[in-house]
């Protein structure tokens, strides 16, 4: 089948007046641009970069809803209260309530919302911090983020909505009340001023700034960073210049496993110890509770002093996890056909790997993690040859402070009062994850935020004309 290729719109069909204008072509930007265009508005995507997607196009291990279809269908019994108390938790109490409270009863809505528009994540998998199987992903077991935004780019296309490359938002207009009137965009011909009745700031959040981390978290500067080159917080200086306030702007998450040995970094998707891998230092022996969450495991790796740590796997984990066939493509697994011969390849104690993996197939079918207290992520053992490793390192890889805004994505300012006719939503807004995100959440915010700010910009263009 032929790979499908999105068509941009050339930046001189730009209109001069738009009902919304959605700065952002992620997961967060699409999805709010279809919901906005199927209520009746005219809208525009505008995306700086070259390539559409950002950061979306990195997230690979699902999306989390509780009280899904697709969890009932498995015989899965959750409960939005649970999904609550343990994203709360997981973020250090620091979750903005109202937010988090609208994310958890609408995220079974949003996996539906996707139902119908033919994009299908039907399989489930655990996160860390999670205690029941609600992170969401295709049955192909493809990662989740360029297999949602391949979905909404299609879907984006069957209904002739503009996306615009290369067309970067330099400022926002505004009103004399103070009300925001428009964009102000810079093209390869030059600036350009764009009405708009709504703006939607969608545009990710600073992990590729090292001046912004530098201001907020100096300790964390030199740390490598899994998000692509465009996250560079221009959405935040956007709303800096017309007085939003930013809120949890030090709260950056650092991910436990990412390949940083190489120029690219790649992050290691939650997925491959949701489905079962563990993790051992160079002494060949576990030292934390893999599915943890991420600052907890991330401190544990930091904490051996040892350049990092491997993440063991077996070909039935890998047969689970179809993102570790990318990851071997690119040279990031090292492999054996038997244990002690991996133990030789990544240089760790040979009999200490062996007995460390005997100890946890024991484990596994006791359903009993005596060392670490692991209860998640053990429907299988390591067992199955081939064996595989993975070197990892944490790195920058989330920023969970941001633009401040209600459940309703307005963008407050910096006297708590809603900032009229802007909106934002995504990575780009801060509040809901609290000091540590859940992976699966972040997917799971792009959608149901984005389909919100739709909804809302909507709204408020029907109550204004």
Known sequence: MAKFVFKTSPAADLAASYDAVIVGSGGTGLSAAIQAHELGLKVAVLEKNENLGGNTNKASSGMNASESNVQYEK?????????????????????????????VEHSASAISWLKDHNIVVDELTITGGMSRKRCHRPSSLAPIGAFLET??????????????????????????????????????????????????????????????????????????????????????????????????????QVHPTAQTDNPRVFLIGEAVRGEGAILVNKAGKRF??????????????????????????????????????????????????????????????????????????????AGDDADFGRTTGMDRGIEKGPFFAIHVNPAIHYTMGGIHINPETQVLDTNGSVIKGLYAAGEVSGGLHGNNRIGGNSIAETVIFGRQAGIMMTEFVRNNQ
């Open 151 to 252: 979905g909404l780019l299609k879907t984006a296309q069957d209904e002739n909505i503009p996306v615009f490359n290369n067309v970067k938002v330099v400022g926002l207009l505004q009103a004399e009340d103070k009300s925001i009137t428009g964009v102000e965009v810079e093209t390869e011909a030059g600036k350009k001023q764009i009405a708009a009745k709504a703006v939607l700031l969608a545009t990710g959040g600073f992990g590729a700034s090292q001046e912004i981390i530098g201001k907020y978290r100096p300790d964390l500067k030199s740390y490598k960073t899994t998000n692509q080159p465009g996250a560079t917080g221009d959405g935040l200086k956007l709303a800096e210049a017309v007085n939003a306030q930013l809120v949890q702007m030090n709260l950056i």
């Open 75 to 103: 015989g899965i019994i959750d409960h939005n209260s649970d999904f609550y108390r343990e994203t709360m938790k997981g973020g250090g109490q620091m979750s903005d309530p109202a937010m988090l409270k609208f994310f």
């Open 288 to 365: 934390v509770n893999e599915l943890n969450t991420r600052k907890i495991v991330s401190d544990a790796i930091t904490g051996l002093n040892e350049d990092g740590a491997y993440l063991i796997l077996d070909q039935g984990i890998r047969d689970h996890v179809k993102a570790i066939e990318f990851y071997d493509s690119v040279g990031l697994v090292e492999h054996g056909d038997t244990l002690a011969d991996l133990a030789k390849v990544i240089g760790v104690d040979a009999a200490n790997l062996e007995a460390t993996v005997a100890r946890w197939n024991e484990e596994v079918s």
